[in-house]
């Protein structure tokens, strides 16, 4: 009977360790490209405002240095709004996958039409370029007039964020990723029920006997939390070596940081299972033998 306890008990436990490990990928998941705020810091260590404001550079008309210049300098700023707009792209981002809303984005362009074109009147009237030289004050209003309606014709309203305006096949393939992110939501709470299953079959296993109950969970959470720290590493390791030669260099340098801040919470969690490993597997040293635990 001793034999059988200790052979379920092992197999629970090597149960029991497998499901942390898994569980420990889905907390990953849910801390890091689950988690908006997560979201939010990484795109702007990555530097995303930029590239929102280089596709918003684009729409404008650039053609004399001067207007460049001035464009260029509106950009910046505009950077805490491209910021701010870039991290409600995130949250809507992440609840969609989430299934919490349907992908619908509003952005407002207004803020970047006003300012452009005080910009644009500005630098006109305090330095007037060769073509208004001599020109009267209405002919450089007139001037600057044009000049702002040809930078709302440029500029839309707003930007529409959906479904339809992303295509078919990006839209397909956001919903395939919502599809896998519900799984991995319903996973977590199957899991976590799991895992307390097997801590109290061991228990039953074992006939509620602290001591061996402490060291067979405490096995199992040691070596969850070893597997977790390896695996961290691993995908640390393994993702470093497969980005692609063809990313730019300013974004692949940026890269390594952002791996390991997507392994760092597994990393977390497995020191965390490791150490609580380590203290059971301790206590049940520590413990009275299960012959002193009878009456």
């Known amino acids: 009977m001793h034999i059988a306890r200790g052979i379920f008990s092992g197999l629970f436990g090597l149960a029991l360790a497998v499901v942390l490990v898994v569980l420990g990928l889905v907390v990953t998941l849910n801390s890091t490209i689950l988690d908006p705020s997560f979201v939010v810091t990484e795109l702007d260590k990555m530097g995303a405002h930029a590239i929102i404001a280089d596709q918003i550079r684009g729409q404008l008309p650039s053609e004399e240095p001067q207007i460049a210049q001035i464009i260029d300098e509106t950009m910046g700023e505009l950077e805490p709004w491209l910021r701010e707009q870039t991290a409600v792209l995130a949250y809507a981002g992440c609840a969609y996958l989430k299934g919490e809303q349907e992908?619908?984005?509003?952005?407002?362009?207004?803020?970047?039409?006003?300012?452009?074109?005080?910009?644009v009147a500005q630098t006109i009237r305090e330095s007037l370029p060769p073509e208004l030289e001599g020109a009267?004050?209405?002919?450089?209003?007139?001037?600057?007039?044009?000049?702002?309606?040809?930078?709302?014709s440029q500029i839309p309203e707003q930007i529409e964020v959906n479904e339809a305006s992303l295509g078919p096949e990006t839209a397909a393939a956001l919903r395939k990723a919502?599809?896998?992110?519900?799984?991995?939501?319903?996973?977590?709470?199957?899991?976590?029920?799991?895992?307390?299953?097997?801590?109290?079959?061991?228990?039953?296993?074992?006939?509620?006997?602290?001591?061996?109950?402490?060291?067979y969970v405490g096995i199992a959470f040691a070596v969850g939390g070893v597997v977790s720290i390896m695996g961290s590493v691993a995908a640390w390791s393994l993702v470093s070596r497969a980005v692609p030669s063809e990313i730019p260099p300013e974004i692949a340098a940026k890269l390594p940081q952002l791996i390991s801040d997507l392994t760092h919470p597994l990393q977390t969690y497995g020191v965390a299972f490791l150490i609580a490993g380590v203290v059971l597997i301790a206590l049940s040293v520590i413990l009275k033998s299960p012959g002193a635990e009878y009456h």
């Open 136 to 152: 009267s004050a209405s002919q450089i209003e007139f001037f600057i007039s044009q000049l702002c309606t040809e930078i709302d």
């Open 178 to 215: 919502r599809e896998v992110v519900s799984y991995v939501q319903l996973g977590y709470k199957v899991l976590i029920g799991v895992a307390v299953l097997l801590v109290l079959l061991i228990a039953l296993v074992q006939w509620w006997r602290v001591k061996a109950i402490t060291r």
């Open 103 to 119: 992908l619908s984005v509003t952005i407002s362009l207004e803020v970047v039409r006003v300012k452009v074109k005080e910009k």
